[in-house]
């Protein structure tokens, strides 16, 4: 195996012998291979388009390969053999799309090669033996390690952006142009010749659709849900029985809510699923009880602790422990082998039925409350205050503390940034590395919340509305704002992220804890210079750096 696609890979290299994840080296083979036939399956369907042909299940099927390897998502060596055979069916079902539409179009079809042509083993083993031939590790054989780790940096933006559109898809928003741009991106990574020059484009405008991508998630989530308002959510547990949400997926949320109403649960969001306590048609189900808990990797010993049942809607999960494995539960993409996985029909009471026979909380804790809701509605609709607060020189500047938590040392940081922060600067927040500093007190600005919680990980397409609005209000532009941007970053959606803002041309980014060892020393210098990107310090000086 050969593995650098998140933050905490070994040595800040890759991870070779098993992943830190928890990811073994069949599972990373496996996906590996995964990788390779969705390339082949999108050579077709990239071709077949230019043709006026397409096909949805062609569409869905490599965004669930790319969102299936996505860190801490699928540990499951039998989900990805299952996957691969039907990744062989559907590449065969592109050709032939692909061969029809050029029959019609009265031209003749290219014979294509590598994983358009490549022959899938049957059994476990081959398919692992063949997944070892085709990581990055090999890549970067071929292409030299600068050319393969920018082809990593737009496949793993791929991946990440196939998570959020799976998510906008899952609630009805779907964009035929985004799965258009999946197959011609991955189309595109099967080349054999690679430029520094057009993988540079490529990244850039991968930025650009992720864009698009969580402008239709964004869509998804508000159009079924409601904008999200301001609303304080309990931390502290009630008495009773309990199931634990945690992941991404705000529909997994919805049903479950809709299957225990009137069973005497109370259901408890975890992680990234903290801002659906903001949205209205989540919110007014009176058993959402709570939030439990802090960022994904502290879960081993929080499930361990948590009386009832826990459903992992997506990433990230780590390795249940004996304790709780047989009250954890996965739906979707996500996959733990042993675990029980609910599947497609979303039916639920398993989890329930754990939930009941659970002991649950046995008493009410004295209420604690942290407050969520700020996505751009909610910021904007208090937009003449704030611009109010600024030309008033009462808020001095804006940070955005946000992106993805993690285990690895060095992560205080974002706490004591968050803590450094100026009373009369405003913060704002997205995604699990809040959790470093969210229940702390940061008190208001003129009834201006100090800390603005802006939502999940693809909420950062709010944030950059709320900037974008401000930014005309000062008629300036985004990097005129009085905004500093603070980002920590783990797994792929981290990564899509980066390639918005910078397509975007928001500089000054402050990314860490550490760099992406897939962003090789002379990419990293191109970004520096074009960017000002720039890896975190030290509290101190980059406060003063930003504050002068
Ligand atoms: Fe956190 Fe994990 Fe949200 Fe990432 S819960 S690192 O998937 O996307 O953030
Ligand atoms: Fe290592 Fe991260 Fe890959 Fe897991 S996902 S194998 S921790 S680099």
């Known amino acids: 195996m050969f593995c650098y696609q998140c933050e905490q890979t070994a040595r800040g290299t890759g991870c070779t012998a ?15 291979l995964l990788i390779y036939a969705a390339k082949g399956i999108s050579m077709y369907a990239h071709r077949a388009r230019l043709l006026g042909s397409r096909d949805r299940e062609i569409d869905l099927f490599v965004v669930e390969a790319l969102f299936t390897t996505v860190t801490n998502v699928n540990f499951d060596e039998d989900r990805l053999v299952s996957l691969l055979a039907r990744a062989e069916t559907v590449r065969n079902r592109a050709r032939d799309l692909y061969e029809a539409a050029c029959r019609e179009a009265g031209q003749e079809a290219e014979a294509l090669g590598g994983p358009a042509s490549f022959a899938f083993a049957a059994a476990k083993e081959a398919l692992i033996d063949q997944g070892g ?37 899952v609630l009805g928003q779907e964009d035929d142009a985004v799965y258009a741009f999946f197959h011609e991106f991955l189309d595109f990574l099967s080349r054999d010749a690679l430029s520094v020059d057009d993988l540079v484009g490529k990244a850039l405008e991968a930025g650009k659709w992720n864009i698009r991508v969580m402008e239709l998630l964004d869509a998804a989530n508000t159009g079924t849900y409601g904008h999200p308002v301001p609303t304080p959510v309990r931390v502290t547990p ?40 903001g949205y209205p048609e989540l ?23 948590f009386p009832g049942a826990i459903v992992m809607t997506t990433n990230c999960i780590q390795k249940p422990k004996d304790s709780y494995k047989d009250r954890i539960f996965t739906t979707g993409l996500v996959a733990w082998p042993g675990v029980t996985h609910i599947g497609p029909d979303k039916d639920f009471s398993p989890a329930v039925e754990a939930a009941l026979a659970a002991p649950g909380f046995e008493k009410d804790e004295p209420e604690k409350t942290i407050l969520v809701g700020f996505g751009r509605n909610a910021v904007l609709g208090a937009a003449d205050k704030v611009v109010e607060l600024v030309r008033a020189g009462k808020i001095r500047h804006f940070f955005l503390i946000g992106g993805c938590d993690g285990a690895k040392s060095g992560r205080n940081y974002y706490t004591d940034f968050a803590r450094a922060v ?33 939502g999940q990980c693809n909420d950062a397409f709010s944030a ?11 008629e300036t532009d985004v990097n005129g704002l009085p905004l500093s941007l603070i980002l920590s970053w783990y797994e792929q959606k981290a990564v899509c992220i980066l390639l918005s803002l910078l397509y975007l041309g928001v500089k000054d980014i402050r990314l860490g804890p550490s760099l992406p060892a897939f962003v090789k020393a002379p990419v990293f210098e191109v ?22």
């Open 18 to 32: 098993f992943g830190v994840c928890g990811k073994s080296p069949e599972v990373a083979d496996l996906q590996d």
């Open 133 to 169: 031939k085709v990581t990055p590790e090999r890549g970067a054989e071929r292409h030299g390690d600068v050319v393969q780790g920018l082809h990593d940096l737009v496949l793993l933006s791929l991946k990440g952006s196939a998570a959020y559109a799976d998510h906008a898809q």
């Open 238 to 277: 009630l008495a009773g029985k309990a199931i634990l949400v945690s992941g991404h997926d705000l529909k997994d949320l919805e049903l479950i809510l809709k299957q225990t109403e009137g069973k005497g649960i109370n259901i408890y969001t975890h992680g990234e699923m903290l801002p659906c306590h």
């Open 283 to 305: 919110k007014k189900y009176g058993h959402l009880a709570g939030n439990y808990g802090g960022a994904w990797q502290d879960q081993r010993e929080e499930f361990d602790a």
């Open 422 to 454: 100026p009373e009369d600067c405003v913060i704002l927040t997205l995604a699990c590395g809040k959790y470093r500093f969210n229940k702390l007190d940061f008190g208001d600005i003129e009834g201006i919340p100090r800390l603005l919680d802006v």
């Open 464 to 474: 950059v509305k709320i900037a974008m609005a401000l930014a005309d209000v000062f």
């Open 527 to 548: 970004l520096q210079e074009k960017f000002n990107l720039q890896p975190i310090g030290s509290v101190e000086d980059d406060l003063r750096a930003i504050l002068g």
